[in-house]
């Protein structure tokens, strides 16, 4: 399995909900990210996670909470968004952080819209 | 800090015609350099990569790329394009740090009959 799977694929939710995206791979890797993406812009990391503790968190509004519940998941979870944070999430993974061979796999990303 | 340049915002090719995508890098040492493509409303899959070694690295779907140091290159072609490579196309350098990837801001192929 070399693929890195994302639910779900669209999601839209108003201002005062609470919502959660979820990230899987099963390749073994132990670093995993979440990135934001606007349109016709490149991906932004926000958070990354190597064995599955928090490593880098790219100052991130708090409204975005990240959780890494075991090597192979990764959830970000959504409350209280702006519609300025409508954009393609996506999420990847690497075999690690430690070295420069840092080849990262996506995942096809959620769309999200807030309304 | 590491970083590419990805000089044109759009490219448009015939079907059939070659293809040059450019980047350049700015790095002291070996950067480690990767080419991505991204279809509309998909995530990125990765065409191919440079660490060290041979300069001209071949890649998935009829890509390669060739590292130029002289030049702080990394462009990437392919001889024939097809209406399906119609995509944004981002380079991208590994950070120091190793956690990020540095990305250019993209390419935009359009492929015309």
């Known amino acids: 399995d070399t693929e890195v799977t994302q639910t779900p694929k669209h999601l839209v939710m108003g201002m005062t909900n609470k919502k959660s995206l979820k990230c899987e791979q099963h390749?073994?890797?132990?670093?995993m990210y979440w990135y934001k993406q606007k349109a016709k812009k490149p991906p932004e990391l926000m958070f990354v996670?190597?064995?599955?503790?928090?490593?880098i968190n790219e100052s991130v509004p708090s409204r975005f909470s990240p959780e890494c519940p075991n090597s192979s998941l990764l959830n970000l979870h959504l409350h209280a968004l702006q519609p300025e944070d409508s954009a393609l999430y996506l999420c990847?993974?690497?075999?690690?952080?430690?070295?420069?061979?840092?080849?990262?796999?996506f995942g096809p990303g959620t769309r999200l819209t807030v309304l | 800090a590491q970083s590419v340049t990805q000089p044109d915002i759009h490219i448009t090719v015939s079907e059939g015609a070659s293809l040059e995508l450019r980047c350049n890098y700015s790095?002291?040492?070996?950067?480690?350099l990767f080419w991505y493509v991204q279809s509309p409303g998909q995530g990125l899959q990765l065409l191919l990569k440079?660490?060290?070694?041979?300069?001209l690295v071949q890649g998935i779907k009829g890509f390669e790329a060739e590292f130029k140091r002289s030049q702080s290159s990394f462009n990437l072609r392919k001889p024939s394009v097809h209406w399906s490579d119609a995509a944004e196309y981002f380079c991208?350098?590994?950070?120091?740090?190793?956690?990020?990837?540095?990305f250019g801001k993209g390419t935009s192929l359009l492929v015309t009959p």
């Open positions: 990847a993974s690497s075999p690690q952080t430690s070295s420069l061979y840092n080849e990262q796999f």
């Open positions: 390749m073994g890797h132990r670093a």
């Open positions: 996670y190597s064995y599955e503790k928090l490593s």
């Open positions: 790095y002291g040492a070996t950067p480690y």
């Open positions: 440079y660490f060290s070694g041979d300069t």
């Open positions: 991208a350098v590994a950070s120091n740090s190793g956690y990020a990837l540095n």
